[in-house]
Nanobody, 122 residues
Framework: QVQLGESGGGLVQAGGSLRLSCAAS????????MGWFRQAPGKEREFVAA????????NYADSVAGRFTISRDSAKNTVYLQMNSLKPEDTAVYYC???????????????WGQGTQVTVSS
């Protein structure tokens, strides 16, 4: 069983940046695709970004493409989400998750972390 721990959330003004980190332990981190999801109050959890086990393939939601960048460091068992040009609608709890499949199969992610709050003020 893999354990995931997110960090890096906080309060930022619109137009600002944050970098989220997700540290993984347990199962072999480098064998799994990693993804970021988010859930705003009163809304369902939604896909944000994912990266393949090798790091060569990425997938982004249309709402964040061009503003967010997902990356991974297998030596550190960590996946990152660099968020630029943040908007108030990006406010949510952000979760990371793993998948034995590729980054495009967004419904197959699981093993959720506890989440980190991102709040973007206008």
């Amino acid at each position: 069983q893999v354990q995931l721990g997110e960090s890096g959330g906080g309060l930022v003004q619109a137009g600002g940046s944050l970098r989220l980190s997700c540290a993984a332990s347990g199962r072999t981190f480098s064998s799994y695709a990693m993804g970021w999801f988010r859930q705003a109050p009163g809304k369902e959890r939604e896909f944000v970004a994912a990266i393949s086990w090798s790091g060569s393939t990425t997938n982004y939601a249309d709402s964040v493409a061009g503003r967010f960048t997902i990356s991974r460091d297998s030596a550190k068992n960590t996946v990152y989400l660099q968020m630029n040009s943040l908007k108030p609608e990006d406010t949510a709890v952000y979760y990371c998750a793993t998948s034995p499949f590729g980054p495009r199969r967004t419904a197959d992610f699981g093993s959720w972390g506890q989440g980190t709050q991102v709040t973007v003020s206008s």
